[in-house]
């Protein structure tokens, strides 16, 4: 079935320092992908998405390309900010399927230090 | 902006207590989740909906029920509360187009159950 794997954490990065979390998906047909970021105390937000191989989601200096050769998904962001600590949650839907449902990774957790 | 509300932030209950949780999204979407989300363990999907009185179980429908009456609102219903439902519950909506199924999240309610 589908499922997502991604880099367990917690990551710990001082300002200014380069990220990179992996996440590597199995599917069955071709699926949407997507970041999404939850803030302390908050629900999840959208952070990007890519709909096909290829493509790039980016948003907020975040970005992320949608590899099907190597069925990957990694989120980078060349210097982080304190105001990026956030768990981080890769996730696919199947663009087959009318159920609309996505798969989530188990979150990676970002801390920032000043 | 698409929004989704959830009726409460916090609750707590007692062991045995009927629980009903509450979701109400504002943009028409036809598809709306409830997940579970626990340290170590990300979300998991545990009922979802994709039309009016239409129901799927996800991958941890036990001691859970649901309900949608109308379009807009989701509730999740906790029979019988016991503590290893203690978690946070986060609600969710989607639109039936273009195959992407984005999904959008209410703040989640944090609930305890002593």
């Known amino acids: 079935g589908d499922s997502v794997t991604q880099m367990e954490g917690p990551v710990t990065l001082s300002e200014e320092a380069f990220l990179t979390i992996n996440c590597t998906y199995t599917?069955?047909?071709?699926?949407?992908l997507f970041w999404y970021v939850q803030y302390p105390g908050e629900g999840l937000q959208l952070l990007l998405k890519a709909t096909k191989a290829d493509d790039k989601g980016s948003n907020k200096g975040f970005e992320a390309t949608y590899r099907k050769e190597t069925t990957s998904f990694h989120l980078e962001k060349g210097s982080v900010q304190v105001s990026d600590s956030a768990v981080y949650f890769c996730?696919?839907?199947?663009?087959?399927?009318?159920?609309?449902?996505?798969?989530f990774g188990r979150g990676t957790q970002l801390t920032v230090w000043p | 902006d698409v929004k989704v509300t959830q009726s409460s932030r916090y609750l707590v209950k007692r062991t045995g207590e009927k629980v009903f949780l509450e979701c109400v999204q504002d943009m028409d979407h036809e598809n709306m989740f409830w997940y579970r989300q626990d340290p170590g363990l990300g979300l998991r999907l545990i009922y979802f909906s994709y039309d009016v009185k239409m129901k799927e179980k996800g991958d941890i429908p036990e001691g859970y029920s649901v309900s949608r009456e109308k379009k807009e609102r989701f509730s999740l219903i906790l029979e019988s509360a016991s503590t290893n439902q203690t978690s946070m519950y986060l609600c969710?909506?989607?639109?039936?187009?273009?195959?992407?199924?984005?999904?959008?999240f209410g703040p989640g309610t944090r609930l305890t159950v002593t």
């Open positions: 599917a069955t047909g071709y699926p949407s």
């Open positions: 969710a909506s989607s639109p039936e187009s273009g195959g992407s199924y984005e999904q959008y």
């Open positions: 996730a696919l839907s199947d663009r087959g399927s009318t159920l609309g449902r996505l798969y």
